[in-house]
Every structure is written in structure tokens, then in C-alpha cells.
């Protein structure tokens, strides 16, 4: 892994003590029935000096910003032709030079505001958030990095902004792992969650499928075939070391961390059937779940580790199953078509997201833990599959092949906002949206 | 009259010395004759070994020989020589023969040996029970792996894009398995024969359509 991958925004510090409190008030409640999106400006950060070729870092800078506030789906941005200040080359600094009333008579209710600095490779950024309507600071941040931290620092300020308008931090500096056939082998590879940034986790020249973040987000385990049968690896991508940790006959498959990162469900066919095992992290096998003649597949924790949803054909069809976490307590969730597979809990235990077969396409689905509630959350759109939760539930990630080839796709979690994220060639399959990241 | 005498000694002495001397020379010119043929035989009997062991050597060895026996000697060499290149020839075309026969048989058995391996056995969606086809496919491949006890084979499953590739790997295990067992059942020694599920990942066609789909879902046979 590239060392720039996980830079060094040396601190970040808060800039000024706000005395707004903005933790405390909730101004957005993304629950409610009644919530609606709130009109935001978003300003071109000053530079303050130094080399900014053709204006590309204020533009990436106001790139960022707009992409992650639009698909956070919280906010209304508003059009900078509308601004009655110039949108380029306005001040930033001194909260008293705002004058919240140009925004207000145009319906902005929030402003964001900065500048930047990129002198002998050092890149500095001031970013603050008003409230426009009570006319008052919010929150500010002063990142430091280089060139290629851009990104990442806008991204960080973005969770920041979600955290003071609706008491929960943003997820977008995450990332997500795939694998793509693009290399000509299957590969797992890893992006950060709008598109950007491309690291090849594995060089297999194989085929490598299933790629399960750690809890810690420190590994990657996964199924690959280097050495000729479907076996089971984990990657530590922050020291770049690799462990093959089961190699049984036959299947090695369908990996799922334990919520503590210290054990690991997967299915394995070692005594003749696809059956769901628990392993621990090094592959010591340690207990098996499922005992009946079909084949049972998929494992996904329940956020507090007691249950397990599962995929299993022993009615038949592959259906979406639940059971304790000692295989007890079978039950089926899915009745409503003849293929449901790839089930994956969310993080707050709500909802199991999956994918399901109607009308000839595969589309993507929620329900809750019991089957109930069944939401249909893609149509139309050709075969939408392999479902994986953001980190706080509020988005999957997932892939469609609307567009011919199978790419990955981002949503929010009631299905809108779908928009394909970065352009790779080949196919890409098995998204798994990663944890938060330190 | 002593004068007279004297003159007769004389010539009676010239005539004696000069018998003598003839005498000694035709000694001498007998004894050079002698080592003469000796060398030539000894020089004979080398090239004669010279040509047992070395042939390629013929040529050079000959040169500086002039004698009649030598040239003869060379003959013989060169005959036994052509001799021996006819039988060579001889050899090499029953050689040739045999391989062609060898080679046609190694074709058929070939062209079997691929057909064992490309005849797939084809599986419905989500299936992997044995269709009637699919027996009798597998019936054929039974009798050949019965004539040839020392293969062993390989049975890989396959499945179409359609549906998890998770659990498609899970169906390709069924797939070769059903397959394996047909074997087995049929009399195949199961030490022979060894599963691998591929799912979804390895089409044979990378359309997106039911006659790509078909293809797909699969069991592939290989020998090791």
C-alpha cells in the first residue's frame, strides 16, 4: 500500500472554540418524515499563496465539497451564479466581513467558506461552516498535508459538517475494496468511496473474490485461487502482509469478520457439503453451524454478534436464512421470489440488505432482521447485486450492469441517489464498503 | 718368366677383391630390402587398424600409402562402409515406419483423449442434477476411463453469471460432484477422479444471454 494512501494530515486542530455548541442542536433530522434538504452555499476557497496551477486546486477543493454534500442527500446546494458575492476571490477570514444577509435574501441557510495555502509541497487548508440563518460560526478546521491530501482533508471536513447538522459524523473518507477482472485475472483492488484513489491489494494473477474488511479496517481477507483451490487469505494492507489461513479440500469461501476482528464465519466443504464454520483469525477451525444437506453460504454477522443471516438452498431455491450464533434457531427470511442471496447486516442491526431475483434481473433489497418489511430498493436497471452497508448505514454500495459491464454503485439507504462511482475497465464484482478509518 | 708370373698374381689378386667387394655390396642391398617390406607391412597393418576404428580417417591414413595392399585395404573399408550405411537406411526406414504407426495411434488416441476432455456435461439454472444427456455423456467417458486404468481425471464445476458467485461456487461443487458420482457409482475408482468448483468465474462464453448461460453451467472434465 502506498505510504500516500494514508497521509499525514499532520494535525488537524480546531481552529477556533466555538461557542455555538453545534453538537448540541440537531439541525437536520434525517429520520423524520418531515425532513428536507437543507440549502447550503458552497464558496471557492481563497488562496493564500503559492502555486495553484489554473486555479485546479480551488476548483478540486469546491469538486469535493459539492459531491459529498450532494450525496449525503442532506443538502439543497445552491448555484453560485445565484451568489449575490462572487463565489471566487470572497474573503474568507473574519467572520464580522460576512454579511449573512446576501446569503439569506437568496435562501441559503448554511455557508461554507475557506482558503488554502500549497507552498514547497505543503498544502494547508482552513475550512468553516456558518449558519447562515442564525448568523453565527460553526465549525472550522485547519488541515496540513501535501498535494495529494487534498482530498482526503476536504473529505474529512465534510464528515464535519454532516456531525454539526446532524449529530453524526460523514463516512467520506472510507473506502471500498472489489474485485475487477480488468487486469485480465481477478483482483482486489481498493478505492476510496467516491471513486478515487485506486490501490491494488492483491497480484494473484488468479482469481480472487470476496474481499471482508476487519472490523479495525487494518485487513482484507478474501478467497483466491492462487494455488489452484478456492482457499482463504487475510491481508494486513497496513504492513502489506499476507497469510493464507485455510486451505481444506474443496471450499474456502464467503469470509465475515466477527464485530471484534477475532474470529471469522465462512464456509468451508471439507466433509463433503458447503457448510458455515467459524475460524479463527488464523484459521484454526473452530465450530460448525450448519448441519442439513444443501448448500449454505454467505455468512453475515448481526452487528452484536448473536446471529447470523446465511444463505441456504435446503428448500430448494437459494433463500436468505437466520440463525443463532451456534447455528440454533433456523429461520427463513425470504419467501417472496426463487433467488435470494448475498445478505449483509447493517451496521446498526436494523435492516439485512440483499439481492433477489424478479421479472428476470437481480435487484437489490432491504428487510428487517425478521423478513419483514421487504423494500425494493433498485429497478429497472438491469442486474443490480452484492449489496455492502457505509459504515453508518446510511449508504450500500453495490454493483449494476445497467451499463453493459458490472460497475460499482453507491445509494443512500432507501435507494435514492444511485450513481456509479469511478470508471474501471472489465467488470467489477463484491463491493464491501470498509469501517471507519483511523 | 717371374716378370709373367707376377702380372698373373696381380690379375688373379684384382679378380678376388673385386669378387669380394661385389660380394659385400649384394649383401648390403639384400638387407635394406628386407627392412624395406618390413616397414610396409608394419604401415599396412596400422592402416588396417587405423580403418577398424576410425573410418572417418580413411583418407588421410591412405595418402602417403602407394602400395597395391593398402589401396586394397581401402576398398574393403569403403564397401564394408557402404554396407553398413545401407543397413543404417534399412533400420531407419522400419524406424520410420513403426512411428508412423505409433504417431496414428498416438492421433486417436489423441483425438479421444480430447474429445473425453471436451465433451462437457450441461446442468439447468440452479441445478446440478444429472440430465438424460448428461448420462449418457458420462456413460461414453466410463468405458474410456475403464481402457485406460493408469489416468487419472480432474471434474471442474461451472455455473452462469446469474446469481451470487458465492454461492455459484457452492453450485459448481455440486455440479462436479454429481458428475464424480456418477463415475464412481459406474465402477471408476474414486482415487481416480478429483472435484474443483469454479462458480461463475470461468465461462466458456462471455455473452450475457440464455444460449451463453447454457454453455456455462457446466461440468468440465480434464485429464492429469
Known sequence: MKKTGYIFIIFICLLFFSPALSHTKTYIDIDSPSFRRFPIAITYFKNLGGKDNKGDMSKEIFEVLTQDLEVSGLFTIMDTSLFIESPVNSESGNDNKINFGDWSIIGVEALVKGSFRFDNGNLEIEAKLYDVFHGRFLVGKRYVGERQDLRKMIHRFCNEILLSFTGEKGVFDTKIAFVSDESG?????????????????????????????????????????????????????????????????????????????????????????????????????????????????????????????????????????????????????????????????????????????????????????????????????????????????????????????????????????????????????????????? | MVKRLSVYLLVFGLIVSFSLFLNACSKKALREGIEKKEEAAKAEEKVKEELKGEPKEETKVSQPLKSEETDKAATEAQLREEELKKQREREEAARKEEAAIKEDAAKREAAVREEFENTDIHFDFDKFSLTNQAREILAKKVSWLQGHTDLKIKIEGHCDERGSNEYNMALGERRSNSAMQYLVTAGVEAARVSTISYGEEKPLDPGHDEDAWAKNRRAHFKIE
Open chain 1, 185 to 438: 485475472y481477478k483482483e482486489i483492488y481498493v478505492i476510496d468511496f467516491d471513486g478515487h484513489n485506486m490501490i491494488k491489494i492483491t497480484n494473484h494473477k488468479s482469481i480472487a473474490l470476496s474481499p471482508a474488511w476487519s472490523p479495525d479496517g487494518k485487513m482484507i481477507a478474501f478467497t483466491s485461487y492462487k494455488n489452484g483451490n478456492p482457499d482463504l487469505y487475510v491481508k494486513d494492507i497496513i504492513v502489506n502482509k499476507e497469510d493464507r489461513i485455510s486451505h481444506y479440500e474443496g471450499l474456502n469461501i464467503a469470509p465475515a469478520w466477527f464485530p471484534d476482528g477475532r474470529k471469522l464465519a465462512v464456509t468451508l466443504s471439507l466433509e463433503g457439503n458447503p457448510e458455515i464454520y467459524v475460524l479463527d483469525k488464523d484459521g484454526k477451525r473452530l465450530k460448525r453451524l450448519t448441519n442439513d444437506w444443501g448448500i449454505d453460504v454467505s455468512p453475515t454477522w448481526s452487528p452484536d454478534g448473536k446471529e447470523i443471516a446465511f444463505v441456504s438452498d435446503r428448500s430448494g431455491n437459494p433463500d436468505i436464512y437466520v440463525m443463532n450464533s451456534q447455528g440454533e434457531d433456523v429461520k427463513r427470511l425470504t419467501f417472496q421470489t426463487k433467488y435470494s442471496a448475498s445478505p449483509k447486516w447493517s451496521p446498526k442491526g436494523d435492516k439485512i440488505a440483499f439481492s433477489s431475483l424478479a421479472e428476470g434481473h437481480f435487484d437489490i433489497y432491504t428487510m428487517n432482521p425478521d423478513g419483514t418489511d421487504v423494500r425494493r430498493l433498485t429497478s429497472n436497471s438491469g442486474d443490480n447485486e452484492y449489496p455492502s452497508w457505509s459504515p453508518n448505514g446510511r449508504f450500500l454500495t453495490f454493483t449494476s450492469a445497467r451499463g453493459g459491464n458490472k460497475r460499482i454503485y453507491i445509494m443512500r439507504a432507501d435507494g435514492s441517489g444511485q450513481r456509479q462511482i469511478g470508471a474501471f475497465k472489465g467488470n467489477q464484482l463484491n463491493p464491501c464498503w470498509s469501517p471507519r478509518l483511523q
